[in-house]
């Protein structure tokens, strides 16, 4: 027991390691956003701010268009996510639920388009947005956003879906339910984490985004919030301290998508384990 404990003790320390690793830079950002501005650029590293001002948080978010930035961030990336996820699932019910001539070929498609750098489509897309008048306008980016995520989800959707037994909905249609009844009521429920899983890696995704926002907007009406983080810089510098307040702006919608999903996920595993 006693070697089992010490390996236990080591793992966790170095668990206690990495997250102070990784941590570090989410706690540096939100302690320099409310330091006084001096103190920002000063030598001294000062894990606790001397000082604490909410100026920078006032120069966001009274002085400058950051709500705007923010409803056109919103409004992208929840239509991106909500197409990914929907057309990927319905995808991926026909690729491992349904036998088709050209099956597999579709499949190792989406799996070269997911392996492609997407740098190399930005002039293809720029054209077509172009030529179809889209350019400025937020339909153009979230269509973007629906193809950069969606190979991703629909690869892992089927993987997800291949590892539910298909008896299992047989065994529901035999009960008298019908194929979308069946669905509906075993397979859904069971696909809670990868559901999950997708939405987060495609909010992520269109969240973060920063090169075809950059492009595909060049008047800036519609531009979301990773260009708005450019805006502090001038030829005179950079106010840090309210880069490092929209940057802690930034972060909270996600930590906060995450939150209701996995909390949606809980749930939801708990009432089917209920309820079967």
Not at 44 to 62: C, K, Q, S
Not at 167 to 178: I, Q, R, S
Request: aromatic share 14%; with cysteine.
């Amino acid at each position: 027991m006693k070697p089992r404990k010490a390996t236990r003790t080591w793992l966790s320390v170095l668990a206690v390691v990495i997250a102070v690793v990784y941590l570090f830079p989410v706690y540096w950002m939100v302690s320099s956003s409310v330091k006084p501005a001096g103190q920002i650029t000063s030598l001294a590293y000062d894990l606790i701010p001397l000082g604490f001002t909410l100026d920078h948080y006032v120069t966001v978010l009274a002085e400058s268009d950051f709500l705007i930035y923010l409803r056109n961030s919103l409004i992208v990336t929840l239509v991106a996510v909500f197409l990914s996820v929907i057309v990927g699932l319905v995808a991926a019910l026909a690729l491992s639920r349904f036998r088709f001539r050209g099956r597999k070929g579709f499949v190792l498609m989406v799996l070269i388009v997911q392996m492609a750098p997407f740098e190399a489509l930005l002039i293809p897309m720029f054209l077509f947005m172009r030529d179809t008048n889209l350019l400025d306008t937020l339909p153009a980016l979230i269509l973007v956003y629906w193809v950069i995520t969606m190979p991703f989800t629909l690869w892992t959707l089927r993987n997800f879906v291949n590892g539910i037994p298909i008896e299992l909905e047989e065994a529901a249609m035999v009960d008298g339910c019908g194929r979308f009844q069946a669905f509906w009521k075993v397979t859904f429920p069971l696909l809670g984490p990868g559901l999950v899983a997708c939405s987060v890696f495609a909010f992520i995704t269109a969240w973060n985004e920063f090169l075809y926002a950059l492009v595909l907007m060049p008047s800036g009406s519609g531009q979301t919030l990773p260009i708005f983080l450019q805006s502090f810089q001038s030829v005179f510098g950079t106010d840090w301290g309210a880069t490092m307040a929209t940057s802690t702006l930034f972060m909270l919608p996600v930590v906060a998508f995450f939150a209701i999903v996995q909390r949606n996920l809980v749930s939801g595993v708990t009432a089917g384990a209920v309820k079967g």
